[in-house]
């Protein structure tokens, strides 16, 4: 009895082993952080991938062009830490920001084309089809919702504003919130970046 009892101990020690040996081996396949594949369409109506960005550190922003305040408070944010790295002398072309849209159906590529070059000159905006828009967000788990307004002939997106940081092989690296400074983005990539020739 005792030892049936122990045997039987064994096995539910072993399975269970062997359940959690397999999460563990799941969890070292899926990836560890957000973003993910995407292939959408630039303000310049050209077709672009995540691909195109490998060896860049990709600074991706989602938001959309109508919106009142937050996005273009943190594009303006980003552009100043870029500018004030060019300013300082380091070779900023391995950084690439890149604005995503969460409202496809206003952001079409001529609204983007209006609005990315406002901020940082080789900003690229990217929008796409309401699908491809939901498939990148959910990549990069950035939650968005359309908020209706019955008094306004408009509408408001409710979304997460985060500057996500991709490695150039296209992993995670870290992410700045709404309350990080232009010298918080800045202060990184300064250990990072090469100093432009002669500088
Ligand atoms: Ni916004």
Redesign the pocket.
Known sequence: MKVVRLMAWAAVVLVGAFLLGQRFMTGNEAKSGPGGPFTLTAHTGERMSDTDFRGKFMLVYF??SF?PD??PLELQKLTIALETLDKEGYDTSSLQPIFITVDPERDTVDEMAAYVPQFYPRLIGLTGTPEEIADVAREYRVYFRKREQEDADGYL?D?Q?FIFVMNPDGSFNRLFSGRDKPEDIVAPFRKVLPKRDGQ
């Open positions: 938001g959309y919106c937050v996005c997106m979304h504003s």
